[in-house]
């Protein structure tokens, strides 16, 4: 066997392997474009030896499929490093990253699959032939040049200024500088194949094949990334919904401390004047287990998620009674501005807060109408 096809197929199953094991353990939607890298990764690192006129013969899938799939490994860079250093940062419209991928995918397939079978032997053997079809290097080109359009806000995520968010754990950076520099030099080592375009992936014996480098790197990448998800594996459970499938949804000190400060973040602006807000709803939002949520909740605040969001309606509540002209606001109308979800929670929470009912407090002191 020669050595890029071992190097080839040991690297594809072993990212198949922690794809895998991604899906099963650390299956949340945040994950998802490291699954989809992985994905992408193994197919092509699995089928760089089939790069050769008798493969492509027998498998014209290879190069329409396989072939455009470079188009998506700098987007899901860029969007898994989003997803890492700003969480709840998914990029809006995230299916038009793709599209370059779409697009390439669609035309080849068209054009291939709609020659007869001489047309298409004519086109493999141009493709390993000098000089190559004109529009050989210029698909190379447009490869390169998309790779480096993502590449540089993903470096700037992973280096810039968000590296340095204090509320950015150690291990969730080093994730992702790891997750930007590797592929980064794959897409490199795959621009010494897109000057020579009609080279062969297995060349004839004692040759050295230039895709021997792309190929290793790309090897080392997956491996790389497997001893990083054994080493850290809270990179990936805090992602999402939380942990790890079949693990205790306990949170550690720092990630008491980093949802802590997503919790007050979130209501300082105003997560809690929804009044169908929920334990549920909130965790969801952003984006930890609902049991984590609740443990850092009553870790870092003292009161569980009910009596802190009530507090903070009954905060907003007097804040804006205060300045309340009385020809235009309610004692009612004001608490439902502040998430209370009826006039019974209300009055309740706040005779457990301050011992009289809203009636027979408030007209003391604020000048606004009784209509509880």
């Not at 905060?315 to 439902?336: C, M, N, R, S, V």
């Not at 011992?355 to 606004?368: M, R, T």
């Amino acid at each position: 066997m020669h050595l890029l096809t071992l190097v080839a197929m040991l690297g594809a199953a072993q990212g198949l392997l922690l794809l895998i094991l991604v899906a099963v353990r650390f299956h949340s939607r945040n994950n998802l474009p490291f699954a989809l890298l992985l994905l992408g990764f193994s197919l092509r690192l699995g089928t760089i030896p089939a790069w050769n006129p008798a493969a492509l013969l027998s498998h014209p899938w290879i190069l329409t499929l396989v072939g455009p799939l470079p188009l998506l490994f700098a987007p899901l860079v860029w969007w898994y490093v989003r997803e890492l250093v700003h969480e709840n940062e998914t990029p809006r419209r995230v299916g038009l990253h793709c599209l370059p991928w779409i697009i390439e995918t669609a035309v080849l397939s068209v054009f291939v699959y709609t020659m007869s079978a001489a047309e298409y032997r004519i086109l493999v053997a141009d493709l390993f032939s000098s000089p190559v079809p004109w529009w050989m290097p210029v698909r190379h080109a447009i490869k390169l040049l998309h790779g480096a359009m993502y590449a540089v806000p993903a470096l700037g995520l992973a280096f810039g200024a968000a590296s340095r968010n204090p509320h950015l754990t150690p291990r969730r950076l080093l994730s992702a500088r790891v997750v930007v520099l590797a592929p980064l030099l794959s897409l490199l080592a795959f621009g010494v194949v897109a000057v020579r375009p009609a080279a062969a992936a297995v060349p004839v014996a004692g040759s050295i094949s230039l895709f021997s480098v792309p190929a290793a790197i790309m090897a080392i990448t997956i491996y790389g990334f497997t001893m990083l998800v054994l080493a850290a594996p809270d990179v990936l459970s805090v992602s999402g919904n939380g942990q790890a499938a079949g693990t205790a949804h306990t949170a550690t000190q720092e990630e008491i401390e980093k949802i802590a400060y997503q919790v007050q973040r979130a209501l300082d602006n105003g997560a809690y004047r929804d009044p169908e807000l929920s334990i549920t709803s909130f965790a969801k939002r952003l984006k930890v287990h609902p049991k984590r949520l609740s443990q850092a909740i009553n870790q870092s605040f003292g009161q569980n998620f009910s009596q802190l969001v009530h507090n903070c309606r009954l905060d907003y509540f007097l804040q804006q009674a205060a300045a309340a002209k009385p020809e235009h606001h309610t004692i009612l109308g004001l608490a439902l501005d502040a998430g209370f979800p009826s006039k019974s929670t209300f009055n309740r929470v706040f005779k457990q807060r301050f011992g009289k009912a809203p009636s027979e407090f408030l007209p003391e002191y604020l000048p606004i109408q009784d209509a509880t």
